[in-house]
């Protein structure tokens, strides 16, 4: 009996007690957080440091209505700091601030251009041990300094973190591919034979109006920027990817001008190994297409029309694509992941594949086939001007 | 230390408890009822029956005088206001001064009252009484004791008539579509409402009486054959042990019979509507009706019994089915709403999306308390204004309506005493608490036990706090059937989560029902339009020839 008792008596404290051990653990009253949304590394001068910034959306009272000087207070807290380390950065942050930062909700790490150029594996240590830093934070490149992208006062969104965001997340409904995340980013860069990218976005400014522009993406090799894609070059690397949906193809011919709009476009990349030891990849992609708008192209028949752009749309995304590689070639960066697929084909042939990959890649022949369907051509069939050239 | 002053705490209680046991025990020993003998003399019988009512100024002696050239001598005593005045003249007093019989044959003594009981009074209910107790309780109960010169016995005839509330509307368990009639306080009545919606023989009422000084008539009522007799048995023996001095509602049976009398969740069902009751016996149910109560105890109760209304038997399935879901959800949100939302906003902020967080964030920024005590306080208000809207009468409620809504809604939240986000909470476990009347005791203690443990511990807590309501309830039983029986079986699940069609329905839940449990013919779907079957007859004759 005396025994039971004790039994009873002991585990009824010990679970009383391990209530209390982990009692009010990791609580955070909200009122006592600061909601990182966006954190900006670069260059400092001191080329050992760094420049830390922070934006902190800012949290207002919806009670105090008679402050009307509130609403026109700035809806962000910027924070700077110089430190060795990302850590010893947010460290001082903490200790200067009336409030814990909270790094959950931090929507983006934009890198100065500078930075990146001199390298960023030494830095992107913290985003990717931190539990609290997310593997799902958008990774950027400013081109200039990051902190000015940062500060962006913007229109359209109060918070420039927020912005940044909310536009990756409208791309990414056009390819998957315009979304870097940290995981993407810090994979490729294991990776060895892979170049990460990262968007790259510019602060403009007119007439006393800040705007942020998406400007290209950056490349990047051994964890060193080496140079850039501009946009054109982006929608190549894009439909080279595939699974493309919503976007616009640009064409150009001495008849008119034609924009196309993508409902579908599929790639699927094949690897052989040449006789002479090189790869080849052959892309083959299969796009859906509907006609957006049209200019010009007077006196032609929809009949005759349409074998006419279908092939003009072949040969715009043929070129798009192409120009890309060659790009990509020049810089010998792998942004496409060829090396991923060779070695998915050809794991025997990889190993000694891979140490050579530097000189493979520039040698890489590419075949781009393009199959086009333009199922419909919108609400209306001819153009006004082809209508009028008929009568 | 302490560890030693917690075992001789638990100690000193389990010795308590023996204890007690022990003195319930000789008491009931002491106690004998004593049995009063009757006398010859009528006055000295009266004398003793008033002594043994405490000489009460509502006992009425009324003595009449009867037989040829009125010679013989006799009493009516009854309570004044139980007994219904015109059948106590039309039923004995009429009867017997109006009776001229033969003076030759005139019986005498015992053979007298049974000539009076067989033949004279008017009355369906007349027994003969050797002991004067037995005529006292039988006054006490409404009836009238009939008291003769020279016997040593006396006859208590029905005559029951007090004032009773006649059959209306419950004002707990409203429908919409559905018959609308309540118990009320009068057992006969009750037992009656059931007896006409099950008109069968096998429905089967028992009486007990329990209570030393209420004398509460009990009705036990089961369908004999579809019952488990174990479990009939066992609600007789554990109401046949009962040794208390009253009984005033079915509460006080339901508390003393229950199989978990310190688990939040009840175990003995009620009802306050006789299609209801009716509906459980069917399914193999013990009913306890109770006299001076509408409420009729069922048993055994499982957990899903909570989220069957009637009216999900009398609309059509689908649309029965989708409001028992939103029933789950209700009761779910009642319970879990709080503490999720405390676990969210004071643990887990990377699990709201960023502009919720935001907006959020905004309403809690400036208030001074953390949400914790935010949300008890608010659903601490709630509670003191829905218990004083009970109380209240009618026209004060309203203004206190009025006032909770202003003043806890709109000028806290101006205030910025809480944020809004709170009061939407609370709100919404406000209300969704109503959606399960029947667990809405339970819901709320639950609701308490998971806010602390979301305030220390976050979703950990919340999770291991559900964990263990469900083991609980996995290990709670009503009357030895399983309280999640209902979500055991596949003939039981036709009726759980969703209420499938009638005709598909065609067993009795398992475990409950016992011998006859099959409730319907095999599967009789809706007949299809006449025309189709005409011609599948037409067929069938066609090949038949």
Redo the contacts between chains.
């Keep these: 009996m005396?025994r039971r008792?004790?039994l009873?008596?002991?585990v009824?404290?010990l679970s009383m007690l391990m209530?209390l051990l982990?009692?009010?653990?990791?609580?955070?009253?909200?009122?006592t957080?600061f909601?990182v949304?966006g954190i900006a590394l670069d260059k400092a001068n001191d080329s050992e440091q760094l420049d830390i910034s922070l934006q902190i959306?800012k949290?207002?009272?919806?009670?105090?209505d008679s402050d009307k000087s509130n609403s026109q207070q700035a809806s962000t807290i910027q924070l700077k700091t110089t430190a060795y380390t990302m850590m010893e950065g947010l460290m001082e942050f903490n200790r200067d601030s009336s409030r814990t930062l909270?790094l959950?909700?931090n929507?983006v790490l934009l890198l100065g251009s500078a930075l990146a150029e001199q390298g960023i594996k030494d830095h992107i240590d913290l985003f990717l041990r931190d539990h609290?830093a997310?593997m799902e934070v958008l990774v950027m490149i400013a081109d200039g300094r990051a902190d000015e992208v940062l500060s962006a006062k913007l229109d359209q969104e109060k918070i420039s973190g927020?912005f940044l965001?909310r536009e990756m997340q409208d791309l990414y409904a056009v390819s998957p591919y315009y979304k870097i995340r940290m995981l993407d980013f810090a994979s490729r860069l294991r990776d060895g034979t892979t170049s990460p990218i990262a968007p790259i976005v510019a602060l403009k400014e007119t007439d006393k109006k800040q705007e942020i522009k998406f400007n290209g993406f950056a490349v990047f090799k051994d964890g060193k920027m080496i140079g850039r894609l501009n946009n054109d070059e982006v929608l190549g690397y894009v439909w080279a990817m595939g699974n493309v949906k919503q976007c616009g193809v640009v064409t150009d011919s001495d008849l008119g001008r034609a924009v196309f709009h993508i409902i579908n476009l599929d790639t699927e990349r094949d690897v052989t190994l040449r006789p002479d030891g090189g790869v080849r990849v052959t892309l083959t992609v299969d796009a859906t297409l509907n006609i957006g708008e049209l200019r010009g192209f007077n006196g032609m028949t929809p009949k005759d029309l349409m074998p006419y752009l279908v092939d003009l749309a072949q040969n715009e995304i043929r070129r798009k694509i192409t120009d890309t590689f060659v790009t990509a070639q020049t810089l010998n960066a792998d942004i496409y992941g060829v090396g991923t697929s060779v070695y998915r084909e050809y794991p025997k042939e990889w190993k000694e594949l891979k140490n050579r990959w530097n000189e493979l890649f520039p040698d890489t022949e590419l075949d781009v086939q393009v199959k086009v369907h333009i199922p419909t051509t919108g609400q209306i069939v001819k153009s006004l001007e082809m209508e009028g050239s008929k009568s | 230390m302490?560890?030693r002053f917690?075992?001789r705490k638990?100690?000193f209680l389990s010795k308590n408890r023996h204890s007690v046991c022990d003195n319930t025990t000789e008491s009931n020993n002491n106690e004998q009822p004593h049995v009063s003998t009757m006398k010859k003399q009528i006055h000295e019988n009266l004398d003793c029956l008033k002594d043994m009512l405490s000489g009460s100024n509502d006992l009425k002696i009324h003595p009449f005088r009867f037989g040829p050239d009125p010679q013989l001598a006799g009493a009516m005593v009854f309570i004044d206001g139980l007994v219904d005045n015109a059948t106590l003249t039309e039923a004995i007093l009429r009867p017997v001064t109006g009776w001229q019989p033969d003076k030759k044959t005139f019986p005498t003594g015992q053979e007298l009252m049974d000539v009076l009981a067989q033949e004279i009074l008017c009355s369906g209910d007349v027994r003969t009484a050797s002991s004067l107790s037995e005529l006292a309780s039988g006054c006490l109960a409404g009836d009238t004791a009939v008291l003769l010169d020279g016997c040593t016995a006396g006859l208590v005839v029905s005559t029951k008539g007090w004032d009773k509330r006649s059959v209306s509307e419950p004002q707990s368990e409203t429908v919409v579509r559905g018959p609308r009639e309540g118990f009320t306080e009068n057992l006969r009545t009750n037992t009656a409402m059931i007896r006409r919606k099950i008109k069968n023989g096998q429905l089967c009422v028992t009486n007990m009486t329990v209570g030393r000084k209420t004398q509460t008539d009990i009705c036990l009522i089961y369908l004999s054959g579809v019952a488990d007799p174990k479990v009939v048995e066992t609600v007789k023996y554990r109401i046949g042990r009962l040794d208390v001095d009253s009984i005033l509602e079915s509460g006080y049976i339901e508390e003393y019979i229950e199989d978990a009398p310190f688990s939040p969740f009840a175990t003995v069902g009620y009802s306050e509507k006789p299609d209801v009751v009716a509906g459980r016996l069917l399914e193999g149910r013990v009913a306890v009706v109770v006299d001076g109560t509408p409420f009729v105890l069922t048993a055994p109760m499982l957990f899903i019994e909570s989220f069957q209304t009637t009216e999900d038997y009398y609309t059509r399935p689908l649309y029965a089915s989708m409001m028992r879901i939103i029933r789950f959800f209700g009761y779910f949100i009642t319970v879990f709403a709080p503490a999720i939302f405390i676990a969210l906003?004071?643990?887990h902020?990377?699990l709201i999306p960023?502009?919720l967080?935001?907006t959020?964030?905004?309403?809690?920024?400036?208030?001074p308390f953390?949400?914790f005590l935010e949300t008890f306080v608010m659903l601490f208000a709630f509670e003191i204004l829905r218990e004083a809207g009970i109380r209240l009468p009618r026209p004060v409620g309203q203004a206190i309506s009025i006032v909770g809504a202003l003043i806890m809604g709109d000028a806290a939240?101006?205030?910025?005493l809480v944020g809004a986000p709170v009061v939407i909470v609370v709100a919404i476990t406000a209300v969704a608490s109503f959606l399960v009347p029947n667990q809405s005791d339970s819901a709320s203690l639950l609701r308490v036990i998971m806010m602390v443990l979301a305030?220390?511990?976050?979703f950990?807590g919340v999770s291991m706090g559900f964990l263990a309501v469900l083991l609980h309830l996995g290990s709670l039983t009503s009357f030895g059937v399983p309280y999640f029986d209902g979500f055991a079986w596949m003939s039981n699940l036709q009726d759980s989560v969703v209420r499938m069609p009638l005709w598909s329905m065609i067993r009795r839940p398992k475990d409950i029902a016992h011998g006859d449990i099959t409730r319907r013919r095999f599967f009789i779907p809706p007949m299809r339009p006449y025309t189709l079957q005409d011609e599948d007859d037409l067929e069938g004759e066609g090949e038949h020839e």
């Design positions: 005396n008792l004790k009873v008596a002991s009824m404290l209530m982990s009692g009010c653990w990791d609580n955070h009253e909200l009122d957080l909601i949304t959306g949290t207002k009272s919806n009670v105090s909270l959950h909700h929507q609290e997310r927020v965001a | 302490f560890l917690i075992i638990l100690r906003t004071a643990f902020q990377e960023t502009t967080l935001f959020i964030a905004n309403s809690r920024e400036g208030t953390p949400v939240v101006s205030a910025g305030a220390f511990v976050g950990y």
